[in-house]
């Protein structure tokens, strides 16, 4: 049974880093592309960013990029999301998503909070 | 990278029908046959409904079926039940990344 499960978030000052971790189980976390989709509280379902299987392409939200960094460990089967110079606006519920038809599995979020 | 347009809210009986839109450009959902659906219950993760515009995963009833014409993509939900009260969010891949609606709050009356 394919499993994600997302770790890493808390409370944070603006300016400050966190380091998001999506442990996979289940299925061949090496073959898939893993995408990071963020929900403000009471907002809707905003992409974070993606990388492929093997880690050589990623992608970013414009309002992420240059901020965040996202990578993997394919050995230990683990996605990770650093999010550096934080802000306000990142406050959010951060999933990790697989990607085959559609997101097709999602973990169950980790909260992120920024304030001061 | 701007969001999908979809209706803030939509509502139906039990029975009934209902169709939720989700308007892009023709730089995701006009170019790319790579339309999803996900339903998201209150406190709860996503889950998909739709892929590829109309393909349905294994465990999602009938009821649910996706379509596109131009830059619009629809959900239709028939024979509504009261568990389909939830959030509805479209997503089309745009070449480089993903966008998604705006959300769509689906009442059964």
């Known amino acids: 049974e394919v499993h994600l499960v997302e770790s890493g978030g808390g409370s944070v000052q603006p300016g400050g880093s966190l380091r998001l971790s999506c442990a996979a189980s289940?299925?061949?976390?090496?073959?898939?592309?893993m995408h990071w989709v963020r929900q403000a509280p009471g907002k809707g379902l905003v992409w974070v960013s993606l990388?492929?299987?093997?880690?050589?392409?990623?992608n970013y939200a414009d309002s992420v990029k240059g901020r965040f960094t996202i990578s993997r460990d394919n050995a230990n089967n683990r996605l990770f999301l650093q999010m550096n110079s934080l802000r306000a606006e990142d406050t959010a519920v951060y999933y990790c998503?697989?990607?085959?038809?559609?997101?097709?599995?999602w973990g169950q979020g980790t909260l992120v909070t920024v304030s001061s | 990278q701007s969001a999908l347009t979809q209706p803030r809210s939509v509502s139906g009986s039990p029975g009934q029908s209902v169709a939720i839109s989700c308007t892009g450009t023709?730089?995701?959902?006009?170019?790319?046959?790579?339309v999803s659906w996900y339903q998201q219950h209150p406190g709860k993760a996503p889950e998909v409904m739709i892929y590829d515009v109309s393909k349905r995963p294994s465990g999602v009833p009938d009821r649910f079926s996706g379509s596109k014409s131009g830059n619009t993509a629809s959900l239709t939900i028939s024979g509504l039940q009261a568990e389909d009260e939830a959030d509805y969010y479209c997503c089309s891949y745009a070449g480089t990344h993903l966008v998604f609606g705006g959300g769509t709050k689906l009442t059964v009356l």
């Open positions: 998503a697989r990607d085959q038809d559609g997101l097709g599995y």
């Open positions: 990388i492929n299987s093997d880690g050589s392409i990623t």
């Open positions: 289940g299925f061949s976390f090496n073959n898939y592309r």
């Open positions: 023709s730089s995701d959902v006009g170019a790319y046959n790579y």
